[in-house]
């Protein structure tokens, strides 16, 4: 049974970084971090496959890392950069299948980290 809980949101003004961290137990092949701004739709950024293959979204390449310490059984979203479009609620997910980053292919969530850039 998966579990994931998401810390390390907060605000912080433009151009500035911030470290989102994603607590998780149990094992999935695929995590990855999504959001998802006020009447938007939940949006893929960054998924890390059990075997260390990453894959970025466009809004997120260049821009944010996704690495995963093991020991900690924590996942990390590193964001640099920071644009007042990327306030959001921030959210991890496991699934199955890193084949594509869409929510439909994850079943287990988080319940998010906001996410404010001003």
């Known amino acids: 049974h998966v579990q994931l809980v998401e810390s390390g949101g907060g605000s912080v003004q433009a151009g500035g970084s911030l470290k989102l961290s994603c607590e998780y137990s149990?094992?999935?092949?695929?995590v990855a971090w999504f959001r998802q701004g006020p009447g938007k739709e939940r949006e893929g950024l960054a998924a890390?496959?059990?075997?260390?293959?990453?894959q970025y979204s466009n809004s997120a390449k260049g821009r944010f890392t996704i690495n995963r310490d093991i020991v900690e059984s924590t996942l990390y979203l590193r964001m640099n950069r920071l644009r007042a479009e990327d306030s959001a609620m921030y959210y991890c997910?496991?699934?199955?299948?890193?084949?594509?980053?869409?929510?439909?292919?994850?079943?287990?969530w988080g319940q998010g980290t906001q996410v404010t850039v001003s």
């Open positions: 890390l496959d059990s075997d260390g293959r990453m």
């Open positions: 149990g094992y999935r092949h695929c």
């Open positions: 997910a496991a699934g199955d299948s890193c084949r594509s980053i869409v929510a439909r292919r994850f079943d287990v």
